[in-house]
């Protein structure tokens, strides 16, 4: 415990002097838009009340955290699509099925939490559209529904199974994989703003430039190695691969959930910029993060 605290304490100092610093920069240059890297900021102080909690008083605490966290990135998602009255019912079970997948992580059900989004909410989630609701627009309707449920339940899902797969370094873990995605999000942020030149895909995040993702791939990779013994038990080979991977998985993860919100929102552009500040740019990174580090310390170690 005395241990965990001294972390906690680390970690708080650390996100006192790096939010200063953002106050700062964003009065001395007011005019480069640093939105997204305060959005970033705020994702790391909750993401820290979350291990506050988790660590100091119990697991379940986090675990309920996470699900709050999960329903209102995928209530968010649902917002973006443009909906007919007979898909309210689908989009009802879409929500059913999230204290579902956190249960089967409770009582520690690896087997189910694996298929439950995959295979079994993906057969019967048609049904409540099929039944005296016709065919128009059904396949529009369902797919949409379960890329969320993928996304927003079944891949964020993977940050509360830590602490239940592995207790002992669970929280360290996930917060070495949060640490690392955000890190990751905001230097590609700041290394576009200054030196980025080529973007990546303009119409859908003119924030993502290739010098932006060479920067944060070496930075992250860097301080992946660098911190890896002091919160997992991995060593430094893992550190750097682990480094790598969340770099890339962080990436896509970012682009994909870009230029899946401005497919949902052609036309609508307040609304895409008003969703710049969402619980979906706050996660974007993590509905791909999360699933891919989970797997890889799964496969290679025994604790998990």
């Known amino acids: 415990m005395n241990s965990s605290l001294f972390t906690l304490i680390l970690i708080f100092t650390a996100l006192l002097t790096i939010h200063l610093m953002y106050v700062v920069i964003n009065k001395i240059q007011p005019e480069k838009d640093y939105a997204t890297i305060g959005v970033r900021i705020k994702t790391w102080w909750g ?14 605490v986090s675990l309920l955290s996470l699900m709050a966290l999960t329903f209102f990135a ?31 992580i409770y009582i520690e059900w690896y087997g189910m939490f694996i298929v439950f989004i ?31 449920l993928m996304l927003m339940v079944f ?51 003119p924030n993502l430039t290739w010098e932006g993702f060479a920067c944060a791939f070496v ?8 911190i890896s013994p002091y919160l997992t038990p991995l060593n430094p080979t893992f550190g750097l691969v682990s480094g790598m991977l969340i770099s890339l998985s962080g990436f896509f993860g970012s682009l994909t959930v870009s230029v899946l919100k401005r497919d949902l929102l052609i036309g609508d552009d307040d609304k895409f910029d008003a969703l710049k500040k969402s619980y979906l740019s706050r996660v974007d990174s993590l509905t791909y993060t999360s699933p891919v580090f989970f797997h890889l310390i799964r496969y290679f170690f025994d604790f998990m």
């Open 155 to 205: 891949g964020l899902s993977h940050l509360a199974y830590f602490q239940f797969a592995t207790p002992q370094y669970g929280a360290g873990l996930v917060l070495f994989l949060v640490v690392l995605t955000q890190l990751n999000d905001v230097v590609h942020h700041l290394a576009s703003i200054y030196i980025g030149k080529r973007k990546i895909v303009p119409t859908a995040n």
């Open 118 to 148: 995959p295979l079994y909410v993906f057969l019967f989630l048609p049904l409540p559209r099929l039944i005296n609701k016709g065919t128009v627009g059904f396949l529009r309707s369902v797919s949409s529904t379960q890329w969320g």
């Open 219 to 226: 930075v992250t990779t860097g301080v992946s190695y660098l």
């Open 47 to 60: 993401m820290f009340f979350i291990f506050f909690l988790a660590t100091l008083f119990n697991p379940v």
């Open 74 to 104: 995928l209530k968010e998602y649902f917002s973006m699509i443009k909906t007919r009255k007979a898909d309210r019912r689908l989009f009802l079970w879409a929500y059913l099925a999230i204290p579902v997948q956190f249960y089967w």
